[in-house]
Structure formats: structure tokens, C-alpha cells
């Protein structure tokens, strides 16, 4: 936990060997760096096989876990979508339930999830699948709350064909209003969220978009971007950061989000997280990275809780 709620800045950390034999070398290396808080990615580390957990993986990524001082966060599998067919969702739950659980036993406060995604189609198709989305996110935040774990819905964009429908900012906040759930909030990524805006052909609207989802967002993926999509064919990743399409995961001040606006408009709840998603090509740039991050979480504006009467 934050001392008195303030804004905190971490890292998510990459997975080497696939038996974790190594992984508490690079939270070794993460920790120099400065953060106070660790995203463990669980989601490609085979700890939950099938729905179970496989209790020897999560046994190793304990070890390396233990005994530091810093906050973990956890982020789950990303093929959790509570949009997807009403017969599949038992089976997306029985993954989520199985990931929490990890999470918890792991010392987590915030918890991953993807927002829901779905082919476009009619808009009663996708109210439908809102309303699947509403059903099944109250009951994971149940399962949650009691782990202690808060459930944080992350923004996505749907591609640049333009087959698959993502939550803006705003419907995503309407979205956890209506579930209303204490330990249901929202995972905000800054740089998801801007190329959701431009291929709806709404850049103009990134803050004031953003701005209605940040009381939600106890957790930020901090990265950068120019928001564009990647509707270029490339040979390699080195060619889109040229042109600046896609969803680089740049480190902070390489694209062109508008960090300083941001912060000046958007309030965030106590205890927010400014986390940074950093592809490992930019690891040589992890330092600076953290130090601008960690002026952006110093600026952040926080809504202070009233205090009990």
C-alpha cells in the first residue's frame, strides 16, 4: 500500500526462462530502477493449465517474489472476455478465478483484466454483449473482493480493419458505474485508448475521453504512442516506430501523447498506479523512463477521500 494514497510508479517485468529459474534476476534488476511496484505478467508464465493451477510454477514465482519491498500487481490472461459467447464465459471465469487466486497468493493489490472485445455487428448485438460483460465483471469483482484484490478492466482498441468493437473511455466509466462494484475499477491505457480515439476519427477528443475514465483508474499502463494505426504492411517493429503506427509501448516522451495535459486535467483515485509497459527493444531506456514517469505521477492530481465523520 501507498503511504496516505499517493500516486506510485512501477514496471512490468518480462518473463526469461520459462521454468522461472531466473525471474528473481530481473526483479533484481527491476528494483534498481527505483519503483515501488512490480506487474507480474502470469498470463505467460503456465501457472494456470487449464483452468487449475499448476502449484510447483506458482511455487517458483513465490520465491522469487518474496521478501521484497515492493507492491505487486497482476496482469492475467489476456484472452478474458466477458463479451465473448454466453456458452464460453464459465470457462473464462474459471481461468479469471484461477488467475486471481494466483494474484493473491503472490501479495497482488491490483489485478489485470482485459475490457471486452467483440466482432462489429448491430447495436443490439453489442448491447447484448455489454450486458454479458456487466453480469459476469460483478461477479469476478465478488471473487475478488474476497482475495482482497481489486479488478482492474483494462482499455483496448479493436484493430485497424476495423472487425472488432472496444469500449471508448467514456462507455467503459458508464460501464463500471452501472456495476458499481467497490472492487471492480478500471485499468487506463493512455496509449490504448488514443488509437481507439483515432481510428474512430476522434483524436480531438483524447483528453476530455480520458479525463471521464480516470477517477475509475486505480492502475495506468504508462507507454507512449502517436496513436496511429498500424495499417502499413512492415517488415520489422524498427519500420513502424519510423512511421509511429501501432502500439509501440515507446518509452515516455517518444511519441506525442499529451502527458503534461493529461495530468493537468484528469483527477485519479488515491493510490493510483502509474505503470509502465516497456517493450523490451527500449529496456536500454528503462531509467529515463522511470524517472519521467515518476514526474508524471508526482504532478497527477488525486480525489481525496472524505474522511469518516
Sequence with gaps: MLPNGAAGTGISAHKRKDDLSDFAEELDMIQELGVEAIELPTYDMDIVVGGKIRRPQLEALKRACTGRNVIYSVHGPLAINFMDEAYRLPRHMEV???????????????????????????GDGIEAAYDRQREWLSKAGDVAKQLNLFLCVETLFGGYKGAVHASSPTRLAAELAAIAHPNVVATL?????????????RRDDFVQEVKALAPYSRHLHVH????????????????????????????????DIPWDTLMAECEFPEGVLFNIELKPRYWYAAQETVDATKELAAKARILRKAAAA
Design 96 to 122: 479469471l478465478a484461477a488467475s486471481l487466486e494466483v494474484a493473491a497468493e503472490v501479495g497482488a493489490e491490483n489485478y489485470v483484466i482485459h475490457s471486452g472485445l467483440i466482432p462489429v455487428q448491430q
Design 189 to 201: 491505457d493512455f496509449s490504448h485508448a488514443y488509437q481507439k480515439l483515432d481510428f474512430d476519427g
Design 224 to 255: 507512449d504512442s502517436f496513436g496511429r494505426q498500424d495499417d502499413i504492411w512492415m517488415f520489422t517493429d524498427g519500420e513502424r516506430v519510423a512511421y509511429g503506427h501501432g502500439d509501440l509501448h515507446l518509452p515516455v516522451g517518444w511519441g
